[in-house]
Nanobody, 120 residues
Framework: QVQVVESGGGLVQPGESLRLSCAASGNIASIYAMDWYRQAPGNERELVAFLTASGTTKTRDSVKGRFTISRDNAKQTSYLQMNSLKPEDTAVYYC??????????????WGQGTEVTVSS
């Protein structure tokens, strides 16, 4: 069983910053990706940023230059540093961890989400 827990969301004003964390735990042999998604009210869930075990990263165009994804492999934790936040960044942010458990099968587990509200 693998668990994924996001934290760090909150209410901030435009231009401010937040750092989200995503911690994976449980029966994990290796994690090959920890991706960040978000879903605003009335919208579909969209990929914000991904980071593979080999270090490949990609962020969606609307957050480039403002959001940075990073990862601490030893802690099985991913971070999303969000700077210069805008009202349109308001959403529930989710983490998806993909990897392999010790007995071999792969897993893809979602966290419960952390809410980010950007408003003056």
């Amino acid at each position: 069983q693998v668990q994924v827990v996001e934290s760090g969301g909150g209410l901030v004003q435009p231009g401010e910053s937040l750092r989200l964390s995503c911690a994976a735990s449980g029966n994990i042999a290796s994690i090959y990706a920890m991706d960040w998604y978000r879903q605003a009210p009335g919208n579909e869930r969209e990929l914000v940023a991904f980071l593979t075990a080999s270090g490949t990263t990609k962020t969606r165009d609307s957050v480039k230059g403002r959001f940075t994804i990073s990862r601490d492999n030893a802690k099985q934790t991913s971070y999303l540093q969000m700077n210069s936040l805008k009202p349109e960044d308001t959403a529930v942010y989710y983490c998806n961890a993909r990897g392999v458990d010790p007995s071999g099968p792969s897993f893809s587990v979602w966290g419960q989400g952390t809410e980010v509200t950007v408003s003056s």
